[in-house]
């Protein structure tokens, strides 16, 4: 059996830092891109979700922006974590139609890592905006507030 704590723990700090962003950006007036950017977050969240769930698309799904489907989404990231216990590799398909295979335990981790990736993006539009407020969203910093907060 895994344990699935440090993935669960990510997926948590994703969910966190996800709703950070996006209520952020739903109060601006924002660029196109802002948004476009903070679908496609949540848009591979869902595309790796179905591959792990035995589907591959050729394209990414739609993503619904509220903290409710990023709520939903988590959920069933988790509910995957905790029907696989034992890390099972993932066939898939790329988009290209490509065969891979990828542990359920790596395919997490690039999720995660995706979502920090992009939100480090969208934090880079607003310093070349100049608009200073945005979210701060570091790993470390969660820690943090779930000290606070547990």
Avoid at 1 to 24: K, V
Avoid at 115 to 129: K, N, P, Q, V
Wanted: with cysteine.
């Amino acid at each position: 059996m895994t344990d699935w704590h440090l993935e669960t723990q990510g997926l948590d700090y994703d969910l966190w830092a996800n709703r950070l962003w996006l209520a952020s950006l739903q109060s601006k007036l924002l660029e196109p891109v802002d948004l476009g950017i903070m679908g496609h977050i949540i848009s591979v969240e869902k595309l790796w979700l179905d591959r792990c769930a035995g589907v591959s698309g050729e394209a990414l799904p739609a993503a619904e922006l509220s903290d409710e489907a990023m709520t939903r989404l988590n959920a069933d990231w988790k509910a995957m974590l905790f029907a696989n216990r034992h890390d099972p590799p993932v066939n898939y398909r790329r988009m290209n139609g490509e065969p891979r295979t990828l542990s359920l335990g790596q395919i997490v981790r690039h999720v995660i890592n995706h979502g920090t990736y992009h939100r480090g993006e969208l934090r880079g539009l607003c310093l070349g905006r100049r608009d200073a407020s945005y979210p701060e969203t570091d790993l470390v910093l969660y820690y943090d507030v779930e000290k606070l907060n547990g």
